[in-house]
């Protein structure tokens, strides 16, 4: 996943897998550049059957461009995997202002039309 660099983020899943599964953060753009840290998502032993989801929310912001999940390499078992769901989008401030300054516009179009 690649993202824009010193920007503030906030990004909350859910994720279900056997085993652990690392997210890796690097300066440039698909998991090149310098490595600034990892999180580990703790295997919680589920199969498909089980069906157990955890939820899982980052706030970072910073130097990174891209993240990388890496570990997957262990799920060569039959019925294996690792799942994320339910990925929360949180609008940039930009798409904000720019949401606030159109329903600007349509509150004065409406209140003009009504004048």
């Not at 980052?58 to 690792?82: I, K, R």
């Amino acid at each position: 996943m690649n993202v824009a660099s010193a920007v503030d983020y906030k990004l909350s899943f859910d994720y279900t897998a056997i085993s652990d599964v690392t997210i890796s953060a690097y300066s440039g753009l698909n998991g090149t550049g310098t490595f600034l840290g990892s999180y580990t998502l703790a295997g919680n032993g589920s199969t498909v059957e089980a069906d157990v989801w955890t939820n899982t929310t980052f706030n970072f912001s910073g130097q990174a461009q891209s993240f990388a999940l890496t570990g997957l390499s262990e799920f060569a078992a039959p019925g294996a995997f690792v799942a994320i769901d339910n990925i929360t989008a949180v609008p940039e401030p930009t798409s904000l202002a720019l949401l606030a300054a159109a329903l600007g516009v349509v509150g004065f179009a409406a209140r003009r039309r009504q004048a």
